[in-house]
């Protein structure tokens, strides 16, 4: 079982940044990769980014590539997603998931790979 619980959302103007925090708990969460995805009101839920169990490798959505960064203190057991630059259209309540052990790289984006999520937390971005 993995815990998640996320933190650092709110209100931003555009160009402004946030960094979100997600803390898990559970005796294999160190060792999945991890994934940030965000839904906007009357849309779909969307792969923002997602990192690999050692955080060697990430991997972004194109409409948020050069501008927000996933990384993760497994010492801390948290996972980060610094967002910079950001835009009335990032506005969205975001999650943090635990994708399922042995998950490919190439799986990481797709929702059905991830076992656990977080509860979410809404970032405002005004224009």
């Known amino acids: 079982q993995v815990q998640l619980v996320e933190s650092g959302g709110g209100l931003v103007q555009a160009g402004g940044s946030l960094r979100l925090s997600c803390a898990a708990s559970?005796?294999?969460?160190?060792?999945?990769?991890m994934g940030w995805f965000r839904q906007a009101p009357g849309k779909e839920r969307e792969f923002v980014a997602a990192?690999?169990?050692?955080?060697?490798?990430?991997y972004y959505a194109d409409s948020v590539k050069g501008r927000f960064t996933i990384s993760r203190d497994n010492a801390k057991n948290t996972v980060y997603l610094q967002m910079n630059s950001l835009k009335p259209e990032d506005t969205a309540v975001y999650y943090c998931?635990?994708?399922?052990?042995?998950?490919?790289?190439?799986?990481?984006?797709?929702?059905?790979?991830?076992?656990?999520w977080g509860q979410g937390t809404q970032v405002t971005v005004s224009s």
């Open positions: 998931a635990a994708a399922y052990l042995g998950t490919s790289a190439q799986a990481l984006g797709v929702i059905n790979s991830y076992d656990y």
């Open positions: 559970g005796r294999t969460s160190s060792s999945r990769a």
């Open positions: 990192i690999s169990w050692s955080g060697g490798n990430t």
